[in-house]
């Protein structure tokens, strides 16, 4: 099937970018040397990850030593809760919160069984975490933070940069899952004292199959893949090196267009949530209206399903997502809503929005002209409405 044509589920994965594409081509059909390799065909493809390397780090403020390249965002968030947990055995206490997405939620969880104590911290209602508490928690050298900087579901941002201030200072580890975060909002690792940082190529741009672990220069952490001497001995593995450069591609673009993504692409959604708000009746938005990535709305409409919300939005040729996850055959509201403590009449209709550098006006403005008939005809059918 062809893709949708008004793709607003940004935050599932993105386009491949028409120049990422061009970039890696010549790594697929000319340019396959090993970049291992003594002689020139692998030593020139050699620097064209050692370029692509400094483009990821461009884009977060980072040393090009302290990219290593991995094989998605999943992979990087165990890299860095295994690796650290390898080192501090069952000393090791974990810290993150009841809203992270499942790659550290279920990495974490198995830690636990291995021996490592956990702490999962509550959200409030609007999704967001109390940066206070971490003066007093307990937080030692074998204590790893691990919290995402910008939820998948909702776009609502924890402050980072403040945690991460406070666990340092207390000497703790901090890591954080910037996968939806990065190449949205600036990202700055020579102000932010983070650790470790998860992102994942296919959120911005480039390919699924490529991810980045940021690793502080002088940070050590054990391997989750030995063998090779590849990522300074950290990742083993001959690289992807299509992949490697065509991440470096999309972080490029990241960096130069990100000002239209904090602009453009925030008054389209704004525009969006708005119009849903007051258009359709029993809508009520969910997560921090300030505190949010500028791409991703996420708004429930009291008493309907969300999986029928979406169908409905299929069927007019609209891509978005829901909230709920189909579990043994129930629409149950997703960990994220239910952290939240979102009423359940709402949290399983929690419909999300996410809104890319390619998404137009006129994309909009159909969302806006079918959502308030869509909601209509879904709540006169609704079995969870009263009816007189
Ligand atoms: N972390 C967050 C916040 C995500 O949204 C995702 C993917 O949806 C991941 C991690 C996992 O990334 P990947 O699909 O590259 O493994």
Not at 52 to 65: K, M, N, S
Not at 118 to 144: K, N, R, S, Y
Not at 193 to 213: C, E
């Amino acid at each position: 099937m062809n893709a949708p044509v008004i793709y607003l589920d940004n935050n599932a994965t993105t386009m491949v970018a028409p120049e990422v594409i061009e970039a890696m081509l010549p790594f697929l059909k000319d340019r396959w040397g090993n970049p291992s390799s003594i002689h020139r065909f692998g030593g020139s493809v050699r620097r064209s990850i050692e370029h692509a390397r400094e483009r990821v780090a461009a884009l977060i403020g980072a040393l090009p030593e302290e990219v290593i390249f991995t094989s998605c965002g999943s992979e990087s968030d165990n890299m860095a809760l295994k690796g650290f947990f390898a080192i501090h055995g069952q000393q090791t206490r974990i810290i993150t919160s009841t809203v992270e997405h499942p790659a550290v939620r279920n990495t974490a969880r198995f830690l636990k069984e291995k021996g490592a104590s956990l702490f999962e911290l509550e959200v409030d209602g609007e999704g967001m975490l109390d940066a206070d508490q971490f003066d007093e928690l307990p937080i030692d050298e074998h204590t790893m933070v691990s919290l995402m900087w910008a939820n998948n579901e909702t776009g609502v941002l924890f402050p980072i940069e403040e945690i991460a201030e406070k666990v340092k200072n207390r000497g703790g580890t901090m890591h954080t899952d910037a996968v939806q975060a990065a190449g949205k909002i600036a990202i700055n690792m020579k102000t932010t004292p983070v650790d470790m940082l998860a992102i994942s190529g296919h959120k911005l741009h480039a390919p699924k199959g490529i991810g980045v672990l940021f690793l502080r220069k002088g940070f050590n952490i054990e391997p989750l893949i030995h063998g090779g001497h590849q990522e300074d001995g950290l990742r083993a593995g001959t690289e992807n090196v299509p992949y490697c450069v065509g991440l470096g591609v999309a972080c490029e673009l990241a960096f130069t267009g990100r000002g239209e993504e904090e602009g453009r692409v925030r008054q389209l959604r704004d525009k969006l949530e708005n119009a849903l708000l007051a258009s359709c009746g029993g809508a009520k938005l969910n997560g921090h209206k300030e505190w949010r990535l500028p791409n991703t709305a996420n708004v429930s409409f009291e008493n309907i399903e969300g999986e029928a919300i979406l169908l409905h939005l299929d069927e007019n040729g609209i891509a978005a997502s829901s909230g709920s996850a189909c579990t043994t055959g129930s629409l149950e509201p997703s960990h994220v809503m239910r952290a939240m403590g979102i009423p359940y009449t709402f949290a399983h209709s929690s419909t999300r929005f996410s809104l890319s550098r390619y998404t137009t006006e006129p994309e909009i403005d159909k969302v806006i002209e079918v959502m308030p008939g869509i909601v209509e005809t879904l709540r006169s059918i609704s079995p969870f409405v009263e009816r007189g």
